[in-house]
């Protein structure tokens, strides 16, 4: 009620329950995408309410999500998810009559419970007797009074009064005593109009509790005022001020002024209420007594006139636990960052005194240096030296040659990303780079030399010859072509263009165009006059598109003579299209000729106008508009004007966001750039970053194909670094890495000479600053570079607001920049007195380059399964959308139409609106009126004027017949079961072979079901090709003979085996026999027969492997058997090797981040060369990773499949160069469903949350430990001031430096950091750990209070230095609570577990307790923290409502003693809300993490999350504890992967990953001790040894 009268926001409370008509009519036209919904109520019955709730909003395909268990940081909301699933439906469907009938009997049920609590709170049982007495009560009050707080109080008061008096009321109070409790509530609420919200937040905490007949009286008073609420939600006539409504009664205050006349004023502390108080006070009491005139209630004076007291155990008010907290105050520090970044606000901040006991009792650390150990002096190793490396003394063959198979893999590896021979050359200029590309028009008019002239008649000679060449070849092949073409169209015109591509000479391809017209026509007449009919459309498309070609490219040659005009007019003629034919030059018909040809063509002619025609049936063979002019800093295409925007802001040395579609080439800048900093010299770098290691490893794969270079010794073209290897990292010119690795080096004082060498950075996939993980890492290091970038993306809504945020910091840089240079101690690089070349010629632009066209269009079709069989509806885009959507946002931008479907919409609107004005204006035939070639542009402008034109229906009050359009574009789809839809997924395979739409991506989000589908497409193939052998068809359906055919297939795998073992075994017995060819002897003949039956078995085998051509997907004809071999040998030893060859050679591979490196690459490989054709796989493929296909099919629905993986997926489809057009296939997804993702644009770079304390220690060690101070300190500053978070957000930034206030305050007392700056102590081990935090920080905890050192006592009976398992296990124990949390359902399965224990016990007694005094520790500190910085908030908003924004804060304090003396409390106050301080809460609260953010000032920012407390117990929503899985230590004990997917629940690959970056925290741990510790035999440091040898023994073997 109060948000309906305060909000805008939409509020419906029409809907009588869940299972009425109007409610399923509202979810119909709204489909929302989910509802979120409490899944427990206040009693039982509420309970079950919103349990039926659910089931009926799962039954209309509307997923849940739960209020229970929510979490929540700066930018998200995390909640239990339910998806809805066809069962929900069916369960539905089939007890709806149960539902009604258990709903009508809860309702029943309640009407008994509100008639018992009736009549025990009021003596009568009937409600609505209550509801028409609160009726004669309104219609008995004046309506002058517009105060709806006053209105409920006045009313209520004078309903509980009455019920008294006539004693209807079960309570044990007197009239007496009931009429003094009311008086007081009268005066709460009269304090409650009069007093601002400063003033009620200092309300005294009273420990008395309300007697038990008081409480009684307070819910009788509460069910008078639901009634009175009840009634004033149909009054209309009134005009009330509703802004008070969430405001009504404050309990709290009421037992204060209760507190006051029992305890205080009877002692004779009388204080007086005011004027303004009592004058609104007598007139409640008046219009109260006024609507009491049936009885005396008694005059307004005194407020108590009984002896009883309401209140238990009089005391004072309470200030337990606040007189006892310190005195708050931050440590004063000295460093420049600090004051730099957030000295504006430590102005308005307490400090302590440096003799205060907090500052003299800090921890005194020794100084930590990066660089080398504060003892010994050693060198110490940072991240990067602890990558593992395949680097190597130069001289080691071993390494060698390791290396040389590594780069020739990497050749052949990148030769499957691209095309033909790409691979160029680059020398190194040695003058200064000159800018590459002029504009020919611009450039100046030179004399040529000698020499050049005599370069370019030699040219013109080689053209000339290389002409006749292809004159001649074309002679040979026109015949076979044209013969090729007759035979089957669709192949022969593939080999036509085939040859088109490779041939130079226009004339000949315009002659083998001609030649292909006529055969085309030929064709059509030929099959038109055989069927009796129109014939094929297919061959009347490709006539037409050989028209096309040869007016759009070859006619402004002037290569078509009248002859060839002729013959065109001839074509366009027979197929009906005079119109067109008449349009052409050097063709002049009259009317009778006219008239006589069409009379002779009837039979031929396609019966539609040309228009229509090139729309519906050559939509996406439409020509697009490219350019035809090469650029010479391309070779192997002709780009784009965008694409040349992009060269040219390489060559001018600036940056740019590039947000184009997938597909569309915006990768060749990257490439380009790579080629200029190669070209440059041999000192510059440039750095790809990519957002995984398999597009790290695509990436590298294409420079290696791409580039070669002769450069110095010891320098490399391509580096990679990830965080498990590393290779050429500091010594190459392009470096590919994950964003992660380029942080470890851009941050580490180490490299700051490397990093200098920068010349640009591409970022790819720019959009994962969005991400939930790692986004940070991505914001880091784009405000970290001084050099050019580009950064690129297909997926950016905002990408102005991206780039304006991008060129501030490109501004920031220009101005440090400019400061460096003036100061003499800062040189940048280079020899003293040169000029650095880093600084040269860099520009600090920042452009936006958006292309928005893809070049193929998309087509989306939706997949139903009715009695046994697929069928494949076309899925209009604009059948996602609503009139109420299209009314609020109007049209998607990339809501894109192929022609064939802006024919749809138009035949749609002429079908809906039989009137409509513009339906001939539009018709495609008056639009494109005599149009011979229809561009694709020509149609986008069509299909523009068509959304603007149902756009104005809307407007123009049309909305019905917008609304039927839209119906109508719907497809009717049968509803099918998951069940049904998984089962017979192979079937759907199978019919998209048939239809030609393979290859496809087939994606889901469930690593077991990638692999299990691609499973059972193989099976199915097998039992094909089974049942084909034993003379049977299964004719697309499923096999009733399963067990039959498991036999047979069974008894045939025994049978190869059996063979195998007796091939294995004579080839054994061959190799004894001598190889003596000068005597012949019975051994001899032995081996002859040996032999014989070896080449027999051999034979046998090759027949039983011999898969039938029908019986799988794989295409021989794209590789040849030295490449299978190639690629198979590289996979010998992954994992599961057998069964990934034996879906490989059916066509068939899956791909997740689980898969292994090369089993990875195979898959990827053998796709892109055309051989795989099915390919099941997550989200995670679609991330850049190079493999392009014909069609995308969604098959699951997931609550990860959102806007921006429905678009980075259904990129994949449509392989420029092969397929115009890309299909989009959902198999199992709702439609609801479908239509948000088509609709819904993909989320806003906002930016997340960007510091960590970890994070801090870093950026505070970079600073005080690096060479040139000055350059670590800008890239510091940088980082904290140029937040996306706070790109124009103001408060956001002032959050940002509080919490860099109170993390650098909790590094200082904790001895990470001394008041300078300076980094020491374990600082070095808590940045080494950085990924885990706070797990990092409750280590050093653990180590600094010697627990690791009481475990890790060397075995008494080994050697002394040798642990015992015991001890092992419980350290790993520990670990695995800190670096391996991975949380399983509170619910026990009653599962039998076979090898692991799989639930992890608690922490050894010591270690929990530790851990419980570091948490409490860290929540006083961040309480102190949030009390000092109290003062910043900003309280304007404090006082208003989150929603309605009603202030509470614009009211005058009023004369009022009595209310001064009730609101006296300051203390505790100070850093909790003060909405929340009105229900006794006080700074106590903040205490404790899991109530901070329900009582914190909410403008400071900060939140719990950002708390670095270690919860060793996580609870679900029920309150119950969810135990841990404890696969680290199981697999430590076992061994075992398959026991991880088998006991723990966790995939074979998942758990390698898993268990791979625990052993990488446990050897930055071992590594750690070991340089920091001076004793060589410390038993931590032996043990931790130890143990990261044996687990990673352990994990190699697997």
Known sequence: ???????????????????????????????????????????????????????????????????????????????????????????????????????????????????????????????????????????????????????????????????????????????????????????????????????????????????????????????????????LTTQTSWKMDFSTLPDLSDTLLWKNIAFYYEAENVAGFDLNLGTIISKDYELLWRHITALSESHDIGSSFPLKISSCCFLEKKSSPSKKGITSLLKPGLIPMENSIVNKFAGDILIDLSFLKSDDPVVTSLKKQKDFDELRHWHSGKLLSDDYDRTHADEAAPKDPWVLRNQQKRQSFMQFYGQSLEEGNLSKTIVAQVDPPKKAYADPKKSKTVQKTKAEVIIEENKKRRKTEEEKKEERQWATLSVSIQTKIKENMTSGIKYLEDFLKKCQSTSVKCSAELAAMNVCFSVWTENSRTEGKIGDLNIAVELMRRIHSLIVNYDHLNLLKETEFQQIGQCLLTLGFDNLATSLKFIKVSEDKKKELKRKSSKYALGMGSSRFQLQYMSHFLIRDERKDPDPRVQHFIPDTWQRELLDIVDNNESAVIVAPTSSGKTYASYYCMEKILRDGNEGVIVYVAPTKALVNQVSATIYNRFNKVLPGGLAICGVFTRDFRYDVLNSQILVTVPQCLEILLLSPRRQEWAKKIRYVIFDEVHCLGGEIGAEVWEHLLVMIRCPFLALSATISNPKHLAEWLQSVKVYWRNTETELAKSSSSLLGGAKGKKSARVQNISYKVKLVIHGERYNDLEKHVCSFNRGEFTIHHYHPCAALTVDHLERYGFPLDLSLSPRETVILYDTMVKSRKSWPKANELDPEVFFKDQIVITKTDARRYETKLKEELEMWITNGNKNKAKAVLALLKPQLTTSSETDMKTHFPHFVEKLNQMNKLPALFFLFDVKGVEKLAEEVCTFLERKQSLKRSGQHT????????????????????????????????????????????????????????????????????????????????????????????????????????????????????????????????????????????????????????????????????????????????????????????????????????????????????????????????????????????????????????????????????????????????????????????????????????????????????????????????????????????????????????????????????????????????????????????????????????????????????????????????????????????????????????????????????????????????????????????????????????????????????????????????????????????????????????????????????????????????????
Request: aromatic share 10%; hydrophobic share 40%.
């Open 1 to 231: 009620m109060h948000l309906k009268n305060n909000t805008e926001i939409p509020i419906h409370t029409e809907f009588p329950n869940c299972l009425e008509d109007s409610w399923q009519s509202f979810l119909e036209e709204n489909y929302p995408y989910f509802l979120i919904i409490s899944d427990e109520g206040l009693d039982e019955m509420q309970t079950n309410f919103f349990h039926l709730f659910i089931i009926q909003t799962l039954s209309n395909k509307v997923n849940v999500v739960l209020t229970l268990g929510q979490e929540s940081d700066v930018i998200r909301v995390y909640g239990y998810h339910i998806h809805s699933a066809y069962r929900h439906q069916i369960f539905f469907w089939k007890r709806k009559a149960t539902v009604k009938h258990y709903y009508k009997t809860l309702i029943e049920n309640l009407k008994e419970c509100r008639a018992k609590v009736c009549l025990s709170l009021s003596g009568c049982s009937n409600m609505d007797v209550l509801a028409a007495k609160v009726h004669e009560k309104f219609s008995q009050f004046k309506k002058d009074m517009e105060d709806l707080r006053y209105i409920i109080c006045i009313i209520t008061c004078s309903m509980v009064l009455e019920m008294r008096t006539q004693k209807y009321m079960n309570t044990t109070l007197t009239l007496q005593e009931t009429e003094d409790l009311t008086r007081m509530y009268c005066l709460s609420v009269v304090f409650l109009h009069h007093l601002p919200l400063e003033q009620r937040a200092r309300i005294r905490h009273i420990d008395d509790c309300w007697k038990k007949e008081v409480l009684r009286f307070i819910q009788q008073h509460k069910l008078c005022e639901f009634l009175v609420l009840g009634h």
């Open 1035 to 1598: 004719e697309g359906k499923p096999s009733s003979k399963k067990d039959s055919h498991a036999d047979k297939q069974s008894s045939r795998s025994k049978n190869i085996k059996k063979m195998e073992k007796r091939a294995k075994k004579i080839e054994k017995a061959t190799q004894k026999f001598p190889s003596d060819d000068t005597k012949f002897t019975h051994k001899d003949e032995k081996c002859f027969v040996l032999e014989a039956e070896l080449d027999n078995i051999t034979k046998h085998l090759d027949k039983l492997s011999e898969i039938p051509p029908d019986c799988t997907y794989a295409n021989w004809q794209t590789v040849d058997n030295e490449f299978l071999e190639k690629v198979f040998h590289r996979a010998r030893f992954v994992r599961n090797n057998q069964a990934l060859k034996k879906l490989v050679l059916r066509g068939i591979g899956y791909h997740h981040t689980s898969v292994e490196k090369k089993a990875r690459q195979v898959v990827e490989m053998l796709f892109r060369k055309g051989f795989i054709q099915v390919v099941t796989a997550t989200g995670t493929l679609a991330l850049g990773i190079n493999m392009p296909c014909k069609s995308v099919v969604f098959v699951q629905d997931s609550v990860y499949l959102d806007a921006l993986n429905y678009r980075q997926m259904s990129g994949r489809a449509g392989r420029r160069g092969q397929d115009l057009l890309g299909n989009i296939y959902f198999l199992d997804i709702p439609m609801p469903k479908i239509q948000k993702l088509i609709k819904s644009n993909v989320p806003e770079l906002r930016g997340q949350f960007p510091l960590s304390i970890s994070l801090i220690l870093r950026l505070m060690l970079l600073a005080s430990k690096a060479d040139d101070k000055k350059d670590a300190e800008a890239k510091v500053l940088s980082i904290l001031k140029h937040s996306l978070l706070s790109f124009k957000q103001p408060r956001a930034l002032e959050m940002l430096k509080l919490y860099f206030l109170f993390s650098l305050q909790f590094l200082v007392k904790e001895g990470y950091v001394d008041r300078k700056g300076n980094t020491t102590g374990f600082s070095g081990l808590v940045t080494h750990l950085h990924y885990h935090e706070p797990s990092n920080i409750v280590l050093v905890e653990f180590l600094v209070k010697g627990l690791f050192h009481k475990l890790c006592e060397p075995s008494k009976i080994k050697r002394s230095n040798v642990f015992s398992s015991d001890v092992m296990e419980t350290l790993v124990l520990v670990l695995a609570h800190l670096f391996g949390r991975r949380f399983l359902p509170a619910v026990n399965s009653g599962r039998k577990f076979y090898q692991s224990k799989v639930f992890l016990k608690d922490l050894p007694k010591d270690f929990a307790d530790a851990l419980h005094e570091y948490n409490c520790k860290i929540e006083e500190n961040f309480r102190q923290f949030l009390k000092i910085v109290s003062s910043l908030a900003d309280m304007k908003q404090e006082y208003k409502l989150p929603l309605s924004k009603f202030d509470f804060s614009s009211k005058k304090q009023p004369d009022s003693p009595l209310a001064s003396h009730l609101m006296s409390c300051d203390e505790g106050r100070t850093a909790v809300s003060p909405f929340v301080c009105l229900s006794g809460n006080t700074e106590i609260d903040l205490f404790h993490a899991e109530t901070v953010d329900s009582v914190i000032l909410h403008t400071i920012g900060i939140k719990a999350a950002n708390i670095p407390v270690f919860c060793s117990k996580k609870y679900d929503r029920k309150g119950r504890i969810m135990p841990q899985n404890a696969y680290i230590l199981d697999f430590y004990k076992h061994g075992s992967l398959v026991a991880m997917e088998q006991d723990n629940g966790i995939h074979e690959g998942e758990a390698y990953y898993l268990l791979k970056d625990f052993s990488l925290a446990l050897q930055a741990i071992s590594v750690s001790l070991r340089e920091l510790c001076d004793n060589e035999v410390d038993n931590v440091v032996l043990a931790f040894e130890q143990l990261t040898t044996d687990y990673w023994s352990k994990l190699e073997k697997v």
